[in-house]
């Protein structure tokens, strides 16, 4: 592992997966090939299918399934580290052509599950042929009352890649080719989004606003182009929500992906907002220990005294030292990723901004990317990506194609728990009181991030999706205006926004890729926060339920599965029980002060 600034060289090998991409056009020729033989196997069997049939059915769309997503994840993988590469775009439209056409060739075996009376479908779903894909079935039928005939979906699927994709496609070019001027103190040299974000946690004041004004700046000649991407997925979104008999809530279709009853997000995100003045008074006392009459934007995540800087090779070594603490196994996954080079952590131009964790396919391994800038707050990036891959590993060494994956919501249940367990053993490890300060620090304000400002994010999707349902084009000025509203509701007079926040919604990927993606954050911390708060008390006895929870995968709904933990989701104190885990926090992080 490379001990360079910005870890320099740290890029993933994809050839496990395939070759190159002529090897994976050729496994992807024969998975749509695989499709289409099997179409011509099942189609109209359904009705009089017998549990040895819908098991061997079931198996058979499984093992496409999974060859299907090696190709697709191989293909996002190439083009999320270089989306300006010909080859990689060229290689993504062929990906995308033969996946509608396999998709279009196998959409009729859900087609005629759905259609099944629902007496038959509940009694072939409780048969022991199908024990393992039960959950898999019955949860499936909740898209009966939105799914449209065969052919309607199968033309929806070929509009997708240009109504779609193509919009996607261009907020990711526009974003990650961004390239600006900027001297940090050591040069002038060429930054990203990315860079430039990083800053905010850059203990001088003046490069901090300096690197917020510069991104601003160089917003604000794409902001046309970000906005009208926006307006149009918004848009189209809104007409598909009409054809499938959503109604008017933009939000239901998330709800059902996540398999969540929208009274009780509706109920979180308010017990959240009653909570903002949690990190208003944190922001106030934070100005009085940087001796500021007031924060700004770019302060709030500004080191509470001095860290020290934290290279790649530390980073990797510390997440693999605290996942020790929590389970052997669990350092043994996180180490594979290191071994194998299943991450890609280098910035540079032309990679999109942010982190992930691909789940790829289930008979292979997982990958991360990130832009590791050599700070303390990279090291929880990179626990939290590694805590979807230790999801992924156990789910996948579990369940059927079918079981493996949550929704959203429960996805970052895992990787936000593992945030946790790093930071306590960097808090129990490290001996430099400023960075002990500013870990405690970060932990906080991390936690506000996720919890409040992703609940910001949530409230902005909604008030955007209800200006488009009113015929109001999203504009980047109707956009920032609802951006600051929104963000004013939770900073309050805590601390002043620079005008140029106006464009703060212009980089962030989650509204162009999937909408309401970031409520799913808001549910994991507080999940994960009342789940941390069993660990502390309980210890080892937890940790074995806990990993049986990681490995049930998606194998049930979120309430069943948390139930097992002892948590109830249909407890009106639930929430209560993470603020206070919280409210803990930041009393740590005052204590540091």
């Not at 695989?34 to 049939?53: D, K, L, M, N, V």
């Not at 306590?424 to 870990?439: F, M, Q």
């Amino acid at each position: 592992m490379t001990t360079e600034a910005q870890a320099a060289g740290v890029r993933w090998d994809l050839t496990p997966l395939f070759a190159d991409t002529g090897e994976a056009d050729r496994a992807l020729a024969a998975a749509v090939e695989r499709s289409h033989a099997f179409a011509a196997t099942w189609r109209g069997r359904t009705a009089a299918i017998q549990p040895e049939e819908l098991a061997e059915a079931l198996e058979e769309l499984g093992e496409i399934d999974n060859q299907l997503s090696r190709v697709s994840s191989y293909s996002a993988l190439r083009k999320s580290t270089d989306v300006t590469d010909e080859e990689n775009r060229d290689f993504a439209a062929r990906v995308e052509r033969s996946l509608v056409e396999a998709i279009n060739e196998l959409r009729f075996f859900e087609l005629e599950w759905l259609e099944l009376p629902e007496e038959r479908a509940a009694e072939l779903a409780e048969a022991p042929e199908v024990a393992r894909d039960r959950h898999h079935l019955l949860s499936k039928r909740r898209y009966a009352p939105h799914t449209l005939s065969e052919a309607e979906e199968r033309i929806l699927a070929e509009r997708d890649p240009a109504a779609v994709s193509a919009w996607q496609t261009l907020f990711a070019q526009e974003t990650s080719t961004i390239e600006v001027p900027f001297d940090a103190g050591d040069g002038e040299t060429p930054h990203t989004i990315d860079r430039l974000l990083a800053y905010v946690h850059d203990p001088r004041r003046d490069v901090r606003l300096r690197a917020l004004d510069t991104l601003y700046d160089a917003l604000e000649p794409h902001a046309p182009v970000l906005a009208h991407s926006y307006d149009s997925l918004v848009s189209d979104r809104l007409v598909i929500d009409r054809l499938r008999s959503y109604g008017d809530d933009p939000m239901q279709q998330t709800h059902l992906r996540n398999e969540l009853d929208g009274e009780v997000v509706r109920q979180m995100m308010e017990a959240v907002e009653r909570s903002y003045g949690i990190a208003q008074r944190w922001f106030e006392l934070k100005a009085r220990m940087l001796e500021l009459p007031r924060l700004a934007l770019a302060d709030q995540y500004a080191p509470i005294g001095e860290a020290r800087g934290v290279d790649y090779a530390e980073a990797c070594e510390l997440v693999a030292e605290s996942f020790d603490g929590f389970s052997p196994d669990i350092r043994q996954i996180a180490e594979g990723f290191f071994r194998d080079r299943r991450i890609d952590a280098e910035p540079r131009a032309g990679k999109r901004g942010g982190a992930f964790c691909a789940p790829v396919a289930q008979d292979a391994s997982p990958y991360v990317m990130m832009n590791f800038t050599d700070n303390v707050n990279d090291v929880m990036t990179l626990s939290h990506e590694l805590g979807h891959g230790m999801h992924f590993t156990l789910a996948h060494g579990r369940q059927t194609p079918h079981s493996a994956y949550t929704g959203l919501a429960m996805a970052e249940v895992p990787s936000t728990f593992a945030e946790f367990v790093t930071f306590d053993h960097l808090l129990a490890t490290e001996d430099d009181p400023g960075t002990r300060l500013v870990i405690a620090a970060e932990r906080v304000e991390g936690s506000f991030a996720t919890i409040f400002r992703q609940t910001v994010l949530a409230r902005y999707e909604q008030r955007a999706y209800a200006l488009r349902a009113d015929a109001t084009t999203l504009n980047a000025d109707r956009l920032g205006q609802v951006w600051l509203e929104e963000n004013h509701r939770y900073y309050g007079d805590s601390l002043d926004m620079p005008p140029g926040y106006r464009l703060g919604w212009a980089y962030i990927p989650h509204f162009i890729s999937t909408r309401f993606y970031t409520y799913a954050y808001v549910f994991a911390k507080l999940v994960a926060l009342v789940l941390y708060a069993r660990y502390r008390q309980e210890g080892e006895e937890f940790v074995g339920g806990y990993l049986e929870l990681l490995a049930a995968g998606g194998s049930a709904d979120p309430a069943t599965l948390l139930a097992g933990v002892g948590v109830d989701l249909a407890d009106p104190g639930v929430w209560d029980a993470g603020f206070a885990e919280l409210e803990r926090m930041v009393a740590v992080a005052e204590s540091e002060a």
